[in-house]
């Protein structure tokens, strides 16, 4: 809420300085686009710390806020250790996704990072939609704006 408070009020200021709205408009698809290319960055970071991984069959445990975080994560548990997912853990959906009665596998990085299916979904989705939000987006304002 106080970034769009944040964003009527600085659009507010450029209008009653005498910018121009078409360079306001441009300046929000560029805003647009760098959003969008960090999304894509981070998903490929992402997906790149995955190629040093290996498996592991492994039982979810728990859920807990890990020391110094912000966010809830799973907790996975085998004979060798816990492994702590690498992105939050989900809300809404807990008893459907985090399944403590069966094994299930996780990609673990380097790092000690898990990640679960669910995660790899998200990667993979993530780094998908965002590189073809990224490519319109940008193949449209070039075309539109310039």
């Given at each position: 809420m106080e970034f769009i408070i944040g964003f009527v009020v600085v659009v507010a200021l450029l209008l009653a300085l005498g910018v121009s709205g078409?360079?306001?408009?441009?300046?929000?698809?560029?805003?647009?686009?760098?959003t969008l290319a960090a999304t894509v960055v981070f998903f490929a970071?992402?997906?790149?710390?995955l190629l040093?991984?290996?498996r592991e069959h492994v039982r979810f445990d728990r859920i807990e806020k890990?020391?110094?975080g912000h966010f809830n994560c799973a907790i996975y548990k085998n004979a060798s250790g816990e492994f702590r997912n690498a992105f939050p853990s989900e809300g809404i959906f807990v008893n459907y996704i985090y399944d403590?009665?069966?094994?299930t596998w996780?990609?673990?990085?380097r790092r000690g990072r898990a990640y679960d299916r669910y995660s790899l979904t998200t990667i993979i989705a993530g780094l998908s939609f965002g590189t073809v939000s990224l490519i319109l987006l940008g193949w449209w304002a070039v075309g539109t704006l310039l």
């Open positions: 078409y360079y306001i408009l441009l300046g929000v698809f560029v805003l647009m686009l760098l970071v992402t997906a790149f710390t040093g991984s290996h890990p020391e110094g403590n009665e069966r094994d996780v990609l673990v990085t």
